[in-house]
């Protein structure tokens, strides 16, 4: 695998974001349907991949699977939901440079609809 990009597992024509918390994400023809594209906007929100030679949300290139994530969503195609260390990097990552936390409890005058 090639370390610079971020690729579903599982798909020859590999899927990917160009980076952690990036905007350009490629769905490739053979991808797993829905489960890619969530897996590839995971990486859009700051997650990691969480399977063995994956790359993790601090841009480091993972030796081994992260214990405890079989069947997640950024390990695999078990269908699981997403891992709490994936909804803490997600939520982490949203208040980086670049990226807006909407308070949504009023809609009105705000950005949320
Ligand atoms: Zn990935």
């Given at each position: 695998m090639n370390p610079?990009?971020?690729n579903?597992?599982?798909?020859?024509?590999?899927?990917?974001?160009?980076?952690?918390?990036?905007r350009n994400v490629e769905i490739a023809?053979?991808?797993?349907?829905?489960?890619?594209?969530?897996?590839?906007?995971?990486h859009t929100m700051g997650a990691g991949d969480q399977y063995s030679g994956g790359i993790n949300a601090n841009g480091r290139q993972l030796s081994s699977d992260v214990p405890?994530?079989?069947g997640a969503i950024?390990?695999?195609?078990?269908?699981n939901s997403a891992t709490q260390q994936?909804?803490?990097?997600i939520e982490n990552n949203a208040?980086?440079?670049?990226n807006r936390v909407l308070n949504c409890s009023s809609t009105q005058g705000s950005s949320c609809k």
């Open positions: 610079g990009r971020f579903a597992p599982g798909s020859n024509n590999r899927s990917h974001a160009d980076k952690i918390n990036g023809p053979d991808a797993v349907g829905a489960i890619t594209v969530g897996h590839e906007m995971g405890g994530t079989q950024m390990r695999d195609y078990g269908g994936t909804r803490n990097e208040t980086q440079p670049g």
